[in-house]
Structure formats: C-alpha cells, structure tokens
C-alpha cells in the first residue's frame, strides 16, 4: 500500500474510532453530569428530553440497560433513585 493511501485509511479509521467513542461512551455518560447541573432548576428543558429521547428508548426495551442506566443514575442522584425505587 502507498504510503498516502495508508495515512488516508489511517485518518479514516481514527474518526470512526472518534465516532463510535462519542456515541457510545461519551454521550450516555453525559446524562449525569447535566442533570446535576440542572438540579436546581424546578423544571428540565425539552430539549434535553429530546436529546437523551434515544436512551430512554434503549432503556425502556432492554432490561440490562435498564439496569445500567439506574445503576449509573444512582451514582449521581443516591437519594432521588432510592425513593423513586421506593427503597
């Protein structure tokens, strides 16, 4: 392979990498890091809602990530999670 075609599918390969990381990691992790800062507001904008609508879906048909997303939710929020789960 030329060296230019190998530095191309190189960059190629980085930003799907990039991509992937984004979606995968970086965005589900964001929820609670920004509902914390919203917290002392009475009321979350509809655009967050919007934007994490994707998580609640996965969420609510999939019990193991169900269980992941309380789980992480639990480590921002330990009260709020154990009286909505009633415990």
């Given at each position: 392979m030329e060296p230019?075609?190998?530095?191309?599918?190189m960059k190629v390969r980085y930003y799907i990498a990039s991509i992937l990381f984004a979606?995968?990691?970086v965005y589900p992790l964001s929820i609670?890091?920004?509902?914390?800062?919203?917290?002392p507001y009475p009321r979350i904008p509809d655009w967050v809602v919007t934007f994490y609508k994707?998580?609640?879906w996965v969420a609510e048909r999939s019990p193991a990530?169900?269980?992941?997303?309380?789980?992480?939710?639990e480590l921002w929020?330990?009260?709020?999670?154990?009286?909505?789960?009633?415990?």
């Open positions: 230019a075609k190998s530095n191309q599918a979606v995968f990691i609670g890091p920004l509902l914390l800062c919203l917290k994707p998580l609640a990530a169900h269980q992941a997303y309380i789980w992480y939710m929020f330990p009260e709020e999670v154990r009286a909505a789960n009633g415990k």
